[in-house]
């Protein structure tokens, strides 16, 4: 649905020249939730800005719905007919909403439907109305944007971003200045509209929370580039990227009594509604059983995209390996290997075996309570 | 002078006054209004980003702001009785304030203009408006308040300078003060004439706040 190849935006500011698109290919399948993530000045609102030409590439091309935008753009800053209908078919929601004060929640609602030829003053209302109505704000239609909360003023931006019946929508940090339960009821409404719609969105954001959240695919941008990317459901099969560790970072080293044998579990998409008895087929359930008295010291898991994931950090009480006596870390891999478990010993990145030491710092803390959503 | 002599020439004055001041207002809000939105959107990183004709522009209106009035007002003769036929009188003063006044208001405009959000600007040319929306369904409603603001300032500024004019022959409160104040030193007559044009600047101040506050409060309130 979303297209660019070598897309490169040079900005010359006071003779200095600064890149923000470094050759930039990315590609959104339709009806995706793609997030792009990284951190600021990564270039990140640039490629969203590129997508519907508000900036100009200094080269590569943007393709959206098979329509080549960069071709449409014509020469100079200023957009021709043919991409002005064009970004009527994109829709794009902004960090700080841009809602007009000089208007009503509805007159905000209308104004992209006033550039669309042939609707009459009454069909716009009536059509603003439904919009504002599968946002859930149709009984402020008549209220100031300065009377709403940040949640409503964005729900606003996005009634306005479908006005014109997008398949796109560009979501440029759109939750950035909302609080944590707001943006996950803003999450929750692209979610939805994507659903209902088959809406494809770009969402841009520094949050890896909200990529957990809603999407289906990331990127990780740095500098101008695209580093790693893929469907969460492929990164978190593939551990070691980056994305993958800062979905579900490491846990802290833990100290160690003697005889404790420490196991790192990650999972790489279990799909629950495989496993719906609790106890029966679940690896989890089932690594639990063959280790009696074991503890679960940290656990991040969560359902991304529809599977669940994270890590589970295990003590294992009395299990030194030495002593043989104890469990087998390499048999108890093996046997739940390809089922979407994996484990290891920590320190050990091949799963070899290691007791009663503390395992070496991880790079990051970041051991959070089990959230399930 | 009797009263009903004072009575009579006030009231001409004041509605010569008026009628300077109103019809140069009112050529200065279609003149300025345009030039004002020019001057931003042919500014660099603007719409119509431009930089001979953004120069050329804040040039003539630099001109026209850096001359004192007073000169303006000579040096425009020739110029206004091209226009109106002759150079003296209510109707002939209109053109020298008209023609200081735009400039003035639109440096105004280009303030308030510029004030607005660029992110609505943005959000407008994201959903595939062109400049001409912009300009109508963003910049000018968002700015507004600002306008009429800077509109009321220019109408103050104008009373003051249409006073001027009486210097040149240009009739209404100015001429009278001159006239009776200056070179008949009839100073109750002058004191009437300072009365009637604090009257009406402050007239002039109230209603413009008055619309101004009420467009806030709107923005800020339910419709």
Same mark, same amino acid.
């Given at each position: 649905m979303i297209t660019t190849t070598d897309?490169?935006?040079? /900005?010359?500011?006071?003779? +200095? %020249?600064v890149t923000a698109l470094n050759g930039v290919d990315l590609h959104v399948p339709a009806g995706e939730i793609f997030g792009v993530i990284g951190p600021s000045g990564a270039g990140k609102s640039s490629l969203a800005r590129c997508v519907n030409l508000l900036e100009r590439p200094t080269s590569g091309t943007v393709t959206v719905d098979g329509l080549d935008l960069t071709a449409l753009a014509g020469r100079g800053p200023r957009a021709g007919r043919e991409l002005r209908a064009a970004r009527t078919r994109i829709g794009m929601v902004f960090q700080h909403f841009n809602l007009l004060s000089?208007?009503?929640? +509805?007159?905000?609602? %209308? *104004?992209?439907? %006033?550039h669309l030829p042939g609707l009459t003053r009454r069909e716009r209302a009536r059509r603003a109305m439904e919009l504002l109505d599968t946002v859930g704000l149709a009984d402020r239609a008549g209220d100031r944007p $300065?009377? *709403?909360s940040g949640g409503q003023k964005q729900r606003v931006g996005i009634a +306005? $971003? *479908?006005?014109?019946?997008?398949?796109? *929508?560009l979501s440029d940090e759109a939750t950035s200045a909302l609080d944590p339960e707001t943006t996950r009821s803003v999450l929750r409404l692209i979610r939805d509209l994507n659903r209902s719609l088959g809406l494809t969105v770009l969402l841009i954001t520094h949050e890896m929370e909200v990529v957990r959240e809603v999407c289906d695919s990331v990127a990780l941008m740095e500098r101008g580039r695209i580093i790693e990317s893929g469907s969460l459901r492929d990164l978190l099969s593939r551990p070691g990227t980056r994305l993958a560790r800062e979905l579900f970072p490491p846990a802290a080293p833990e100290p160690l009594a003697a005889g404790e044998l420490l196991l790192d579990l990650e999972l790489h998409g279990i799909d629950p509604a495989a496993s719906p008895d609790p106890v029966g087929p679940d690896p989890l359930a089932e690594i639990l059983r063959a280790l009696p008295g074991a503890e679960i010291r940290s656990a991040a898991v969560d359902t991304v995209a529809g599977r669940r994931a994270g890590r589970v950090r295990l003590v294992v009480p009395?299990?030194? /390996?030495?002593d043989g006596g104890g469990i087998d870390p390499d048999a108890l891999a093996a046997r739940f290997r390809g089922r979407g478990v994996e484990l290891r010993v920590p320190g050990t990145p091949d799963g070899a075996r290691g007791t009663g030491v503390p395992a070496p710092a991880a790079p990051a803390p970041g051991a959070f309570g089990e959230a399930p959503r | 002078m009797?009263?009903?002599?004072?009575?009579? &020439?006030? &009231?001409?004055?004041?509605?010569?006054? &008026?009628h300077m001041v109103g019809w140069s207002g009112l050529i200065a809000l279609v003149g300025g209004l345009p030039l004002g939105v020019l001057l931003v959107l042919t500014d660099r990183g603007g719409l119509l980003a431009n930089r001979p004709v953004n120069k050329l522009l804040g040039g003539v209106v630099n001109i026209g702001r850096s001359l004192p009035f007073i000169i303006l007002l000579v040096a425009l003769i020739p110029f206004t009785r091209l226009l109106v036929g002759t150079s003296i009188g209510p109707t002939a003063a209109i053109v020298p304030l008209a023609v200081g006044a735009i400039p003035f208001f639109a440096r105004l405009v280009e303030t308030a203009v510029r004030e607005v959000d660029h992110g609505l600007v943005e959000a407008a040319l994201a959903m595939g408006g062109s400049t001409g929306t912009v300009v109508r369904k963003v910049l000018l409603p968002q700015a507004l308040p600002s306008l009429v603001a800077g509109l009321t300032t220019t109408v103050i500024v104008l009373i003051g300078y249409s006073a001027m004019a009486g210097a040149v022959g240009g009739g209404g409160l100015g001429t009278l003060a001159l006239t009776y104040g200056y070179q008949r030193f009839e100073t109750d007559f002058m004191l009437l004439i300072v009365a009637?044009?604090?009257v009406l600047v402050t007239v002039v101040q109230l209603a413009g706040d008055l619309v101004v506050r009420t467009l806030n409060r709107r923005e800020r309130a339910d419709a």
């Amino acid at each position: 649905m979303i297209t660019t190849t070598d897309l490169t935006r040079v /900005h010359r500011a006071r003779g +200095r %020249e600064v890149t923000a698109l470094n050759g930039v290919d990315l590609h959104v399948p339709a009806g995706e939730i793609f997030g792009v993530i990284g951190p600021s000045g990564a270039g990140k609102s640039s490629l969203a800005r590129c997508v519907n030409l508000l900036e100009r590439p200094t080269s590569g091309t943007v393709t959206v719905d098979g329509l080549d935008l960069t071709a449409l753009a014509g020469r100079g800053p200023r957009a021709g007919r043919e991409l002005r209908a064009a970004r009527t078919r994109i829709g794009m929601v902004f960090q700080h909403f841009n809602l007009l004060s000089s208007r009503t929640v +509805r007159g905000n609602v %209308e *104004l992209p439907l %006033e550039h669309l030829p042939g609707l009459t003053r009454r069909e716009r209302a009536r059509r603003a109305m439904e919009l504002l109505d599968t946002v859930g704000l149709a009984d402020r239609a008549g209220d100031r944007p $300065a009377r *709403l909360s940040g949640g409503q003023k964005q729900r606003v931006g996005i009634a +306005r $971003a *479908l006005a014109g019946r997008p398949k796109v *929508l560009l979501s440029d940090e759109a939750t950035s200045a909302l609080d944590p339960e707001t943006t996950r009821s803003v999450l929750r409404l692209i979610r939805d509209l994507n659903r209902s719609l088959g809406l494809t969105v770009l969402l841009i954001t520094h949050e890896m929370e909200v990529v957990r959240e809603v999407c289906d695919s990331v990127a990780l941008m740095e500098r101008g580039r695209i580093i790693e990317s893929g469907s969460l459901r492929d990164l978190l099969s593939r551990p070691g990227t980056r994305l993958a560790r800062e979905l579900f970072p490491p846990a802290a080293p833990e100290p160690l009594a003697a005889g404790e044998l420490l196991l790192d579990l990650e999972l790489h998409g279990i799909d629950p509604a495989a496993s719906p008895d609790p106890v029966g087929p679940d690896p989890l359930a089932e690594i639990l059983r063959a280790l009696p008295g074991a503890e679960i010291r940290s656990a991040a898991v969560d359902t991304v995209a529809g599977r669940r994931a994270g890590r589970v950090r295990l003590v294992v009480p009395g299990a030194t /390996h030495r002593d043989g006596g104890g469990i087998d870390p390499d048999a108890l891999a093996a046997r739940f290997r390809g089922r979407g478990v994996e484990l290891r010993v920590p320190g050990t990145p091949d799963g070899a075996r290691g007791t009663g030491v503390p395992a070496p710092a991880a790079p990051a803390p970041g051991a959070f309570g089990e959230a399930p959503r | 002078m009797t009263a009903e002599r004072m009575r009579e &020439l006030l &009231l001409q004055g004041t509605l010569d006054t &008026l009628h300077m001041v109103g019809w140069s207002g009112l050529i200065a809000l279609v003149g300025g209004l345009p030039l004002g939105v020019l001057l931003v959107l042919t500014d660099r990183g603007g719409l119509l980003a431009n930089r001979p004709v953004n120069k050329l522009l804040g040039g003539v209106v630099n001109i026209g702001r850096s001359l004192p009035f007073i000169i303006l007002l000579v040096a425009l003769i020739p110029f206004t009785r091209l226009l109106v036929g002759t150079s003296i009188g209510p109707t002939a003063a209109i053109v020298p304030l008209a023609v200081g006044a735009i400039p003035f208001f639109a440096r105004l405009v280009e303030t308030a203009v510029r004030e607005v959000d660029h992110g609505l600007v943005e959000a407008a040319l994201a959903m595939g408006g062109s400049t001409g929306t912009v300009v109508r369904k963003v910049l000018l409603p968002q700015a507004l308040p600002s306008l009429v603001a800077g509109l009321t300032t220019t109408v103050i500024v104008l009373i003051g300078y249409s006073a001027m004019a009486g210097a040149v022959g240009g009739g209404g409160l100015g001429t009278l003060a001159l006239t009776y104040g200056y070179q008949r030193f009839e100073t109750d007559f002058m004191l009437l004439i300072v009365a009637v044009l604090v009257v009406l600047v402050t007239v002039v101040q109230l209603a413009g706040d008055l619309v101004v506050r009420t467009l806030n409060r709107r923005e800020r309130a339910d419709a």
